[in-house]
């Protein structure tokens, strides 16, 4: 067994544990079979959840057996937020939810082989116990002062709104998880954010009170930019795991864009790469950081661990393109709707074009110019383009012709300043 804790730390991965030289010396002399849990909120998986596949990932490979649940019972309640009380979610939808989190997890974990993975509801379960048996065999072992200590439920019970049984009991729930993992699996070993810490311990303290067993808990830290603001979120939105609602090329450029600040850091979380590697390559981005290269590497690093080699190449093609460093009729439909998306643009119904649409009220209605009058002087100083073609006459109009895989138009004032025509029947 390797050091896994050794190598989680180096990478900024082990906010806390429970009595670490305990776990550290249940790591070495392992395996561990441990477990890690989504909650199917929505219909696919998040930058967040994505910092637990990538350390169940290292437990893995350290050899270690991971568990990975998702919630089809918790699912169903929620865990407390700060923000007030969740919106329950009809049953055949969580369902639908929890087969496409399922999948997406089977993309990260080895299930072949003495440590292979196991996926787990937590529905199977839950759903076997009666009001008595919850009350009588797990709730009687929770003290309620403890639980009203924990963040989510203070800050609630402070608010107008106060906070419901149903959320109240979620930690509870999760609780019983580690339970039941540990009489069903032998898990002794739960990794989660440290948000979760109140949830974690109480499933170690439910296993220590009923079973009289030692097992642990992990968590990892929050993962937040140099800035102070949320880490996944775009202006668009989250940043998910399913290509269907973050396309590669928008899952590319949110790692491209990180801050010089934050590329290291994100490397040694999300990169696969041995840690001295991506300490020598900090050294020659420390160097030359306007060469970019660490975000270069980390956007390509994790791109293809989430979407595959193949999705990953086609968006650093898009990528290029957009900017005169590739052919831009060489690329998918999908890829390019998707590149245009993240553009500043405007959807126009496709009679526009067919009926000839001016450049110089395009350039405009995509926001690259500021008036007719920029679009002309931009025209006729050769700092126009249309999919990356530099245009010089003020009266071209685009047609259907101009359509890149005949989803969008690609304009351009000078080297940087972007815009596209998305199109709409």
């Not at 920029?374 to 990356?388: K, L, M, S």
Request: charged share 25%.
């Amino acid at each position: 067994m390797t050091d896994v804790l050794g190598e989680l730390k180096a990478r900024g991965l082990l906010a806390q544990s429970t009595d670490e030289e305990a776990l550290s010396q249940a790591l070495a002399e392992g395996p561990v079979t441990f477990y890690i849990g989504f909650d199917p909120t929505a219909p696919s998986l998040h930058m967040g959840n994505l910092v637990q596949l990538i350390i169940a990932r290292h437990l893995q490979r350290a050899g270690h057996r991971p568990l990975a649940l998702v919630g089809g019972a918790t699912g169903l309640i929620g865990d407390p937020r700060m923000s007030g009380e969740r919106t329950l979610n009809p049953q055949e939808v969580v369902e639908g939810w929890v087969e496409k989190i399922r999948s997406q997890i089977q993309r990260f974990l080895d299930f072949e082989g003495p440590n292979g993975a196991t996926l787990v509801n937590n529905y199977d379960w839950t759903s076997e116990l009666s009001a008595i048996d919850f009350l009588r065999d797990v709730g009687k072992h929770f003290n309620v002062n403890t639980m009203l200590a924990k963040e989510a439920v203070a800050a609630r019970l402070q608010s107008e709104s106060g906070i419901s049984f149903t959320e109240f009991a979620y930690q509870i729930l999760q609780g019983n998880d580690y339970l039941e993992l540990y009489r069903r699996h032998g898990c002794t070993l739960q990794t989660g954010g440290s948000d979760q810490w109140g949830n974690l311990t109480a499933g170690v303290s439910l296993v220590r009170k009923v079973e009289q067993a030692q097992v642990h808990a992990l968590a990892s830290p929050l993962v937040t930019k140099a800035d102070g603001t949320k880490f996944g979120k775009t202006e668009s939105g989250t940043v998910w795991l399913d290509p269907s609602m973050t396309s590669p090329y928008a899952f590319l450029q949110f790692w491209l864009n990180a801050a010089d600040a934050d590329a290291v850091k994100y490397l040694k979380i999300f990169s696969p790469r041995p840690v001295a590697e991506i300490e020598q390559i900090a050294e020659e981005f420390a160097a030359k950081p306007h060469e970019r290269l660490a975000q270069r590497i980390l956007a390509e690093d994790v791109t293809t661990l989430v979407h595959g080699a193949e999705p990953t190449a086609q968006a650093q093609a898009a990528a290029a393109a957009l900017f005169g460093r590739g052919e831009l009729r060489e690329l998918d439909a999908a890829t390019v709707d998707a590149a245009a998306a993240e553009l500043p643009h405007v959807v126009v119904p496709r009679a526009r074009l067919t009926e000839g649409m001016g450049l110089v009220e395009a350039l405009l209605e995509t926001g690259i110019v500021k008036s007719k009058g920029d679009a002309r002087r931009a025209i006729r100083e050769g700092g126009a383009y249309v999919n990356n073609t530099k245009e010089t006459e003020e009266e071209r109009t685009l047609g259907e012709n101009d359509l890149l895989a005949g989803t969008a138009v690609l304009l351009r004032r000078g080297k940087k300043t972007l815009g596209a025509l998305r199109l709409t029947d």
